[in-house]
């Protein structure tokens, strides 16, 4: 039997049913995060209309959505109000309510997720998304438990809702486990109450409606945005900054496309839509294919290319720009606005190296990318909610294009937008270690000052799980207890500082006084990585940057404090920096 019908046929019961029980009966969770009197509330398989007045009696505006007829029949007769507008549709599209043109505050589901398939309930959870106000919040209800063989009804879990809803930028601002309030044996409800996380400025808005509304012809506009926020995320050191704007190195901007793309193209994945089959995207050259021997890592600051290559690259770069400028920059424009929302000062091409490093002049020789001060901030601060959102728009439409085959390039397309993060590779900065063992040196936890045997470990000072950078600069070496009880936490500003000697020693010993060349590849990468840095930095400009990001990854990212506990074994080993 289907859920409607069953609705439709057993009415009467299920409305005594639903009325005997109260809204704070039912919601207390919600009743500390309500809006302001006067929002505008969606409620979302609305019933015998229970919440829906209860809303209305608030003064709040409410759409009532019901898709059983006998339903809204008997909840109109027993809750009759001028707020209450009933619409008679359902999920997954909505189609009714996107006609209203109309976002809320809070979208309510009581009782209605189960019966959602599980394959709809990805596209389900994208439409509340994009129907959601700033700073609004879904509440959804969670039936635990057998279901009820009588109606159409699915498993659900708080972890596939939590782990669905990250991919559209909403985030679980609370949960409520409570018992069946019918009584019914095995079963209980849990509530997750999501939100979207707002700037304040509209940029988060702006954000969210050129990843799900704005119209796209291909993959470009969504990969901009996302080259955008991984330079914001872990290149934000190569910006600069301007009154209203930060600008780029419009090289850095190609060569993350490159980056994010190559992978794409060389695993048959298309980017446009089947019209224009055939028709390969405009910045697959001779040039782009001809770096396919290169792996999407190599593509990074410090790395130096030679000959075919070296020209290939350059060539390829530029075609890059030239697209980048014509056809996503020119598209991508304010709400009902002509005005394009990202700017481009480019420079004219220089002649074709046989011999290039990646490095600052090299990148900033392509040109200037202005991005608004707003929707920055916006890439830096929300990231870890704006990328998965943009990556599962960037699967949609794969899959949208490649029509029958899309439901099964899925797994395919997630695993080849899954950004080339530098290998968790700590060999080199072990190879540092043992070069010092055999030249008779010491080297100690910098953590604890414990000088250190054979057994040791190598830390990240910001955590790779949250934060993946494999620069030498993050890598620390540490004993094995101080790194397992670190883990996956964030060290605090009071340990940092308290390490400061230590790790600058390190970084002497271990790179710094190894060469030239060395030197530079380390303060090359911590200048694009970190904030604050620029040409010239020492080692204490470094720790002063690494200060202010480790800030900015307690606040964004909200991840646990740690420092080390004094033991009177440390203090006895540890050396002494006079």
Known sequence: MQTIPHYDQNAEQVVSQYESLTFEHVHPVLLDLLPPPGATILD??????RDAAWFAAKEYEVVAVEPSEA??????????????????DSLPDLAQVRRLGLRFELILLSAVWMHVPPAARQRALRRLATLLSPNGRVAISLRIGPPDTGRAMYEVTLPELTA???QFGLRVVCT??????????????????????????GALPLLRHLILTDSKASTYKIALLRILARIADTA?????????????????????????????????????????????????????????????????????FHDDIARHLHASLWEISRLIREMPVKYLRWPASDENIFHIKHQRRTSTPSRLRIDDPFLWSFGEFHVPLPIWDALRHY??????????????????????????????????????????DTRFARAAVERLRHQGKSVYCVWSGQRLKSDYDIDHCFPFAAWPCGDAWNLMPASKRINNEKSNRLVTHTALE??????????????????????????????????????????????????????????DQGLRPWEPVARKEQLVLAPDFG
Do not use: C
């Open 236 to 304: 934000a050191g190569a910006a600069r900054h301007e009154a209203e704007s930060v600008v780029l190195p419009m090289g850095l901007v190609a060569l993350f496309w490159l980056r994010m793309y190559k992978p794409l193209i060389e695993g048959g994945l298309p980017q446009m839509p089947p019209n224009r089959a055939g028709t390969a995207p405009g910045f697959v050259t001779d040039n782009f294919t001809a770096l396919r021997l290169l792996r999407p890592v190599d593509l990074r600051a410090g790395m130096d």
């Open 44 to 49: 979302v398989g609305a019933g015998s209309g």
């Open 383 to 424: 990231n870890v909610w704006v990328e998965p959102v943009l990556v599962a728009e960037w699967v949609r439409l794969m899959e949208s294009y490649a029509g029958q085959l899309g439901p099964t390039i899925s797994q395919t397309a997630y695993s080849l937008l899954a950004w080339a993060d530098p290998e968790r």
């Open 164 to 166: 669905m809803a990250r």
């Open 176 to 201: 409520d486990d409570s018992a069946d309030r019918l009584g019914r044996p095995g079963i209980s409800w849990t509530t997750a109450v999501l939100g979207l996380p707002d700037d304040g400025l």
């Open 498 to 555: 308290q390490a400061s000697e230590r790790i600058a020693a390190w970084w002497e010993d271990a790179f710094l006084s190894t060469g030239t060349d060395a030197r530079h590849q380390f303060f090359l990468e911590a200048e694009q990585t970190l904030p604050m840095l620029e040409a010239a930095a020492s080692p204490a400009d470094l720790i002063d940057a690494m200060k202010v990001q480790r800030i900015r990854l307690a606040k």
């Open 71 to 88: 339903m809204r029949t008997l909840a109109r007769q027993r809750h009759p109000s001028q707020r209450i507008h009933w619409v008679a």
